[in-house]
């Protein structure tokens, strides 16, 4: 069993990693194509960074949030470490939420209204 919490902590660990990059390398995206708007003088420069900014940031949130869940398989399960899984997931979750609201506008569970 010692064997298999170790490969799933190194799993774990790489989707971790894989997360951190996502935002890193969405945030530098990001940047060169808000540098490149502001060249050819595009007033949506910054609207446009924020959107590209925000999903970078979503994808890779969400990459770590299926990270923590996954490393709960191989802690022990005690109350200290169930509280702070759970702290930690609620204020990724809530910052991806808050992330979402900015991008779309609107609630992921609201109805998009196509009609407009």
Same mark, same amino acid.
């Given at each position: 069993?010692?064997?298999?919490?170790?490969?799933?902590?190194?799993?774990?660990?790489?989707?971790?990693? =894989?997360?951190?990059? #996502?935002?890193?390398?969405? *945030?530098?995206? $990001?940047? &060169?194509?808000?540098?490149?708007?502001?060249?050819?003088?595009?007033?949506?420069?910054?609207?446009?960074?924020?959107?590209?900014?925000?999903?970078?940031?979503?994808?890779?949130?969400?990459?770590?949030?299926?990270?923590? =869940?996954?490393?709960? #398989?191989?802690?022990?399960? *005690?109350?200290? $470490?169930? &509280?702070?899984?759970?702290?930690?997931?609620?204020?990724?979750?809530?910052?991806?939420?808050?992330?979402?609201?900015?991008?779309?506008?609107?609630?992921?569970?609201?109805?998009?209204?196509?009609?407009?």
């Amino acid at each position: 069993m010692e064997g298999l919490n170790m490969y799933i902590n190194c799993i774990t660990k790489t989707i971790e990693f =894989i997360g951190v990059l #996502v935002i890193f390398f969405g *945030t530098v995206y $990001s940047i &060169a194509r808000f540098l490149i708007s502001l060249k050819r003088n595009n007033k949506t420069a910054y609207t446009s960074l924020r959107q590209s900014l925000g999903k970078s940031i979503l994808l890779g949130l969400e990459i770590l949030i299926a990270a923590d =869940i996954m490393e709960t #398989v191989t802690t022990a399960p *005690t109350l200290k $470490s169930a &509280a702070v899984l759970g702290l930690i997931v609620f204020i990724r979750t809530f910052m991806s939420m808050s992330l979402e609201v900015e991008l779309e506008g609107r609630f992921p569970w609201q109805k998009t209204n196509n009609n407009k």
